[in-house]
């Protein structure tokens, strides 16, 4: 039998296994699992997924919010595709070696540009994978806390062989003169030339060695693929592809399975949500702009993602209610994902709108919440909040005749909103109403307010808390509770415009709330308002205010609504100077107040998110005032100014003073 | 074994009470009602109990502004029966009227063990637990915070103050007036509610004429003067703290 | 008709408590207006000396082995036989869970009309406080017999105490047996711990110190100022600090010279422990609180910030 032959069924026979195990787990993993799963509405909108296809996995545009390692994987991502053609060729090789063992495959071995191409990706590529491994190895950075490097660096050891063996094979048929498209392997070339001086068999050995090293790695590569994180290899095209478009702010409804709501078991997550846990390559970037992470708490993104993905994977295993050593299984909700991790998000969405591949992290931890909240398993703090939000509308406890006393010294009289017809109805929310830091910045918004005539009311007693928090924390229906109410309340007054200050509100109001007749909801952020009357003129300013300033992006008006410059262009009306934090826009780091947490008691934390943000802001050199524009800031802030003695180096605003100073 | 809790509704003190134009009652118009923080802690009580040992639980309350929520609440606890008494309990109830219309249906139910708060805060004519326990024969033993069904007896931890507890024994069937839960009232989802609002059955019972007597003759009810308020002290931590060491000083404290 | 004041004596673990003596007081008060009988009944084994700073015109003492120590059947049973023979006109019991734990029965099984909270007596009206303290009622006490329990705020212990015992009556006690309930036995609080009702400057938290991390705050405020530290049951429910720190109904009564309360809303219960200080300052942040209408000064501010300022300001003293 001659070498060739022997090589056509030695490749034959590695393809089979190599595709046979790999197509084993492929079909154990998405066709067995994901039909565990619930199903999953994906909206249509064609052109916006192709448009994320090349944007995001072609373009891999977010992978460039860390520029040097999101450099580095353009290259290993475009060298895989790109060098995946030279692994083709090596099989068809191969496969027809017995009859030609020096077959040159038509296009992919005769193509000059293409080869070219392919040379100097393979460079990129190893530049890359070295920067990679120093990256793991030695560098070891926090993100990577929890993660199997090993798998990474084991899979970037492989693509470096595959790479090095490559040009090595390259090189030496340069060298034997079989190349036909020599002169477009610049690269190879130079390889070859190394081994040039040694005698024709010597290189033959080396070439048949690196081309067997270079196909074994291959099928290895592949046969592992689908186990562990670089399933992700595989899964990041459809994620991205099936990402969710609603808007951001939007939450899903609540699962019902077998008549209850949320999610206890791993089954009861849609298969969509599934794909997501396979597709976490763990890299942490979700990690490190965490707020519960980083202040300490256990809840990471990525770690509860991988759990996650470790318990669709066990479970799948599993037919009886006990494991094979008859220990009870976990459950999930409590054991493998502990109460901790899961009241501790904020809902901040930085994780989300970090990862390169758009995994949801929020809304698996809020489908959990819903689960401890029909079981009962609240703190006590958050079911004081949840029961006083019940019966009074409002989560401080107070009657709800209390929401409007602090209008009571007010001349002239603000509009009922419920009697008279007014253009803008002012949602105020609980803590602008009841929290007795807002008084001073409520008034002063109603100076303004009175000060361009606007025509505006409020619904007094009629509102109640817009529920955007109690979704958060996993009460629905609670939230359909308030919601009920202040759809009445709406609908019993004439408007056109509801205008709020607090983003929360403003969240969902926009984007949950169902709309009435048929007519979508017109609503507007205060700074949105603002910026509308100054543009129009109907806002003018007597003075220039010249503070040195920062600008903190509320999370549900920044990342989640993406208004990031109204405010901005208010402030600066204002005649105020901006200079941004490190962590701007959509990098904004979260205050802790969100998803409920304002109701719960804190936990074991090391430093405050807030505390955090203003040690941040005291670094940047003369500004004098932080500004915020949500009530659920100024009261953390102001709190965190204190906490961290920073009372005489920065003032926290709301953006209303400037814009009442400035009147 | 059967539970029998007996949950009240009273003014919200949240809330301002006015007084009527007769002048010796309370406007029941302004007034918002709540549940009896102590008939609340008596509910989960028997729910503990149920859960532990497999009773059945009948919660039973008088017919007051809110008290089907209270009843399906109570049924999404887990009570597996809720009764309405219907009667004129806004205008012509006090506990002895209460604790009397109770009496027949309750003993009908024949309850091991009847459970209630041990006070309400409008109690002016004394408290429905020990009046009702009187009515149907049953010991009774209030104040209590822990409550153990061993062996046909209830071994009961009766609070005192200062911390001290005592524990007693009381043999079954006893009515306990219930201070505390051994672990405070469990949150019930909305939609579970809501859910409770859909499938349990609410039984309506009605009462025979209440007789309001058994209580104090009342000549006049009125708001304390609130002349005596504190005299405050304005201005921010730092003004305070200043005039506050004056104070100290003044009573010789500092 | 027979205008005989009946107050039945509160005593646990060989003492007599505080509302014993403010009944007494309020008794007296009342004797005063119905031109009345003071009598002290007094229930207990060996317990005649339990009797001998008790200011009354007459003592009624039951002796009985059942009666060493309360149980509410012993005394339902024992008082019933004495009221239907004595037919007083009034006979007071404590609001408390002793007193409580007899009042409404005896109410229902002698058909006797009962006022719930009693405050103090106006001549010889009665005035109630109900509703958390924020409704107060007057009226008549039925005759001929009325059962009356008290709370106390009316009356100081002091003016109900005598130097010597009242002049005993005697009475035949029923035989008492086959009670349904049973004292087992009294679990001890935390001891070898400060009594706080004897403490003269108290820093006491409430709800508003929200966090058990702050706690640390009023310890040291409580250290520059020589103080001790308590709390209002949402505290000690916690956990925060142990039972022997619970000022109120349920815990201690406290007469310090001055009583801090921070963060504590003054809920009628806690109330009921602080009445006899002599200036209390309450700090809160809630202008509504009940707490002001008692508290001799108040501040609407925030309660750690307040701390941390004022162990500042008393150490540079």
Redesign the interface.
């Known amino acids: 039998m001659s070498y060739g032959t022997i090589k056509t069924i030695l490749v034959l026979i590695g393809l089979i296994i190599t595709f046979g195990l790999f197509g084993w787990r492929m079909y154990q993993l998405l066709w067995i699992n994901l039909r565990r799963g619930q199903p999953s509405q994906i909206t249509r909108n064609w052109r916006e997924r192709f448009k994320s296809i090349i944007v995001y996995v072609a373009g891999q545009k977010r992978l460039f919010r860390f520029l040097i390692p999101g450099t580095a994987h353009f290259f290993i991502f475009w060298g895989f595709v790109l060098l995946s053609l030279t692994i083709l060729q090596a099989i068809i090789e191969g496969l027809a070696a017995f009859a030609d063992p020096h077959f040159i495959v038509p296009v992919l071995g005769t193509f000059g540009p293409l080869a070219l191409v392919q040379d100097f990706f393979a460079v990129f590529v190893i530049f890359a994978v070295v920067y990679a491994l120093y990256v793991r190895i030695f560098a070891n950075p926090e993100r990577y806390k929890g993660s199997h490097k090993e798998q990474g660096v084991l899979v970037l050891i492989f693509i470096l062989t595959i790479m090095v063996s490559l040009l090595i094979m390259n090189g030496i048929r340069i060298n034997l003169g079989v190349d036909p498209i020599a002169n477009w392997r610049p690269i190879s070339t130079a390889v070859g030339s190394m081994f040039a001086g040694l005698s024709a068999s010597t290189q033959i050995i080396i070439e048949e060695t690196s081309y067997w090293i270079h196909l074994l790695v291959v099928f290895i590569f592949l046969t592992e693929l689908p186990i562990g994180k670089h399933f992700h290899v595989i899964t990041s095209v459809p994620a991205v592809f099936l990402r969710n478009l609603d808007p951001k702010g939007k939450l899903p409804a609540a699962p019902e399975f077998n008549g209850e709501v949320g999610v206890s078991k791993i089954e009861q997550y849609t298969w969509r949500q599934m794909l997501d846990f396979y597709t976490c390559t763990e890299c942490g970037r979700c990690q490190d702009v965490c707020p519960a992470y980083s202040s300490g708490l256990t809840l990471s993104p990525k770690l509860l993602m991988m759990d996650l993905r470790d318990n669709l994977k066990e479970t799948g295993k599993l037919t009886a209610s006990k494991s094979q050593d008859g220990t009870p299984i976990k459950e999930l909700v409590g054991d493998v994902i502990t109460e901790e991790v899961i009241w501790a998000c904020t809902s901040c969405y930085a994780c989300d709108q970090e990862c390169p591949l758009f995994i949801e992290h929020v809304t698996p931890i809020i489908d959990m919440r819903r689960y401890l909240v029909i079981e009962g398993r609240v703190d006590d703090e958050l079911q004081d909040a949840l029961t006083n939000l019940a019966r009074y509308g409002n989560s401080f406890g107070k009657s709800a005749r209390a929401r409007a006393r602090w209008t009571r010294n007010i001349e002239p009289k603000i509009k009922d909103a419920r009697k008279e017809k007014v253009k803008y109805l002012w949602f105020l929310g609980d803590y602008a109403s009841l929290s007795p830091t807002l008084s001073d910045i409520t008034q002063k918004t109603v100076e303004v307010f009175q000060n361009v005539e606007l025509d505006f009311g409020i619904l007094y007693e009629g509102e109640q808390n817009s529920g955007n928090d109690v979704r958060r924390v996993g009460e629905e229906g609670l939230f359909e509770m308030l919601v009920e109410n202040n759809i009445s309340e709406f609908n019993k007054s004439k408007h056109e415009v509801i205008i709020t200050t607090d983003p929360h509100t403003y969240n969902t109001l926009l984007n949950e709330y169902p709309s009435t007749n048929g007519k979508n909801r017109s609503v507007l952020h205060y700074s949105e308002l603002l910026d509308q009357l100054i543009t129009s003129g109907q806002l003018t300013f007597s003075k220039k205010l010249n503070f040195n300033v920062t600008y903190h992006d509320p999370c549900y008006l920044g990342r989640y609504n993406g208004i990031y410059n109204a405010p901005r262009r208010v402030i600066e009306a204002t005649g105020c100077t901006i200079t941004e934090m490190p962590r701007n826009h959509d990098k904004a780091y979260c205050c802790g107040a969100g998803g409920g947490r304002i109701w719960m008691s804190e936990g074991e934390i090391t430093e405050r998110p807030s505390e955090s943000r203003i040690e941040e802001a005291v670094q940047l050199i003369g500004v004098t005032d932080f500004v915020v524009a949500c009530p659920k800031d100024v009261t953390m802030y102001r709190d965190a100014v204190k906490t961290t003695g920073n009372e005489n180096n920065i003032v926290v605003k709301d953006l209303i003073e400037l814009v009442h100073a400035a009147l | 074994m059967n539970i029998v809790v007996i949950v009240k509704l009273v003014p919200d003190l949240v809330e301002e009470i006015e007084i009527s134009e007769s002048g010796t009652s309370l406007d029941m118009e302004w007034l918002r009602l709540i549940i009896n923080e102590f008939d609340d802690h008596a509910l989960e009580q028997a729910i503990l109990i149920k859960e532990e040992t497999g009773a059945n639980v009948t919660v039973i309350s008088p017919e007051l502004e809110g008290v089907d929520d209270i009843l399906y609440t109570a049924s999404a606890r887990g009570a597996d029966r809720i009764i309405k008494l219907l009667g004129d309990f806004e205008n012509n109830s006090n506990c002895h009227a209460l604790a009397k219309a109770l009496s027949t249906l309750t003993s009908d139910l024949q309850p091991d063990l009847v459970l209630t708060g041990v006070q309400a805060n409008d109690d002016l004519d004394g408290s429905v637990g020990p009046l009702l326990a009187e009515y149907l024969g049953y010991p009774y033993v209030g104040y209590v915070a822990g409550l153990k069904i061993e062996n046909g007896k209830s071994r009961i931890k009766k609070e005192y103050p200062g911390g001290l507890v005592a524990e007693m024994e009381a043999s079954l069937p006893a009515l306990i007036g219930i201070q505390a839960a051994e672990s405070p009232p469990r949150y019930v989802a909305i939609s579970k509610v809501r859910q409770a609002m859909k499938t349990a059955d609410l039984e309506e019972i009605e009462v025979s004429e209440l007789q309001a007597s058994g209580g104090p003759i009342v000549e006049r009810m009125y708001q304390p003067e609130t002349g005596d308020r504190a005299t405050m002290i304005d201005g921010d931590e730092e003004e305070v703290a200043a005039r506050l060491i004056e104070i100290f000083k003044e009573l010789g404290v500092l | 008709m027979n205008q005989e004041i009946y107050v039945v004596i509160e005593h646990?673990?060989g003492k007599v408590?505080d509302i014993s003596y403010i009944m007494l007081s309020a008794a007296q008060n009342l004797a005063n207006s119905i031109n009345g009988k003071v009598v002290a009944i007094l229930l207990g084994q060996n317990a005649q000396i339990l009797a001998n700073d008790l200011l009354a015109d007459n003592l009624i003492y039951i002796d009985h082995p059942e009666l060493t120590?309360?149980?509410?059947?012993a005394y339902?049973d024992t008082l019933t036989n004495l009221i239907q023979a004595n037919q007083p006109r009034v006979i007071i019991f404590g609001n408390?869970?002793?007193g409580?734990?007899v009042?409404?029965?005896l109410?229902?099984?002698l058909?006797l009309?009962?006022?719930?909270?009693c405050h103090h007596f106006e001549n010889s009206?009665?005035v109630?406080?109900?509703?958390?303290?924020?409704?107060?009622?007057?009226?008549?006490?039925?005759e001929p017999t009325?059962?009356i329990?008290m709370i106390p705020g009316g009356y100081k212990p002091e003016e109900g105490k005598s130097d010597h015992p009242p002049e005993t009556m005697s009475f035949d006690p029923p035989p008492i047996e086959d009670l349904?309930?049973?004292?087992?036995?009294?679990?001890?609080?935390?001891t070898g711990d400060v009594d706080i009702?004897n403490e003269?400057?108290l820093v006491s938290v409430g709800r508003g110190i929200q966090?058990e991390d702050n706690l640390e705050l009023a310890t040291e405020l409580a250290e520059v100022?020589?103080a001790t530290v308590c709390a209002s049951r949402p505290v000690v429910?916690?956990g925060w600090l142990?039972?022997?720190r619970?000022v109120g109904?349920?815990?201690?009564?406290v007469k310090p010279?001055?009583y801090l309360a921070m963060g504590i809303s003054g809920a009628p219960e806690h109330v009921e422990g602080i009445t006899d200080s002599?200036?209390?300052?309450?700090?809160n942040?809630d202008p509504t609180a009940p707490i002001?209408?008692?508290?001799?000064?108040?501040?609407?501010?925030?309660l750690l910030?307040?701390a941390e300022?004022?162990v500042e300001?008393?150490e540079d003293?």
Do not use: H, W
Request: net charge negative.
């Open positions: 646990l673990q408590s120590e309360f149980t509410s059947v339902q408390t869970s002793i409580s734990d009042a409404s029965v109410s229902a099984r058909g009309p009962m006022i719930n909270a009206q009665f109630s406080q109900i509703c958390g303290g924020k409704i107060m009622v007057e009226g008549i006490i039925p009325a059962i329990t349904p309930v049973k004292l087992i036995g009294y679990l001890e609080p935390d009702s003269k400057i966090t100022l020589g429910d916690q142990p039972t022997s619970m109904k349920s815990g201690k009564i010279k001055l002599e200036v209390i300052v309450a700090i942040t002001f209408d008692i508290a001799t000064y108040g501040a609407e501010v925030d910030d307040l300022i004022l300001k008393i003293e």
